[in-house]
């Protein structure tokens, strides 16, 4: 059984930065794609970046330039760097993806989130 799980999540201070990081866990191939969401409280959520297995990636406006999103195979592990932080950047932050396992079977997944907190 696949799971994902997210860490790096915390308070930090508007201009820092922070680094999520989602393990797969579990018997896997290779993340076939992978992206981070954000759910602010009250609002709907929205894709904050995405990575397909060429490594071709898509940013949402808002954080282009300033949030950097990488997939390690090796280590069964998606990075989202957060750099220059802003309050408006508050959310719980999910990470998703779709995974091929060592059978070759390729399902999707998401992970359990992790809160992301920017001070003013």
């Known amino acids: 059984q696949v799971q994902l799980v997210e860490s790096g999540g915390g308070l930090v201070q508007a201009g820092g930065s922070l680094r999520l990081s989602c393990v797969a866990s579990?018997?896997?191939?290779?993340?076939?794609?992978a992206g981070w969401y954000r759910q602010a409280p009250g609002k709907q959520r929205e894709l904050v970046a995405t990575?397909?297995?060429?490594?071709?990636?898509n940013y949402a406006t808002s954080v282009k330039g300033r949030f950097t999103m990488s997939i390690d195979n090796a280590k069964k592990t998606v990075f989202l760097q957060m750099n220059s932080l802003k309050p408006e950047d508050t959310a719980v932050y999910y990470c998703?993806?779709?995974?091929?396992?060592?059978?070759?079977?390729?399902?999707?997944?998401w992970g359990q989130g992790t809160q992301v907190t920017v001070s003013s």
């Open positions: 579990g018997n896997i191939w290779r993340f076939n794609n």
């Open positions: 990575m397909t297995s060429g490594s071709s990636t």
């Open positions: 998703h993806a779709h995974i091929t396992s060592v059978v070759l079977i390729t399902e999707e997944y």
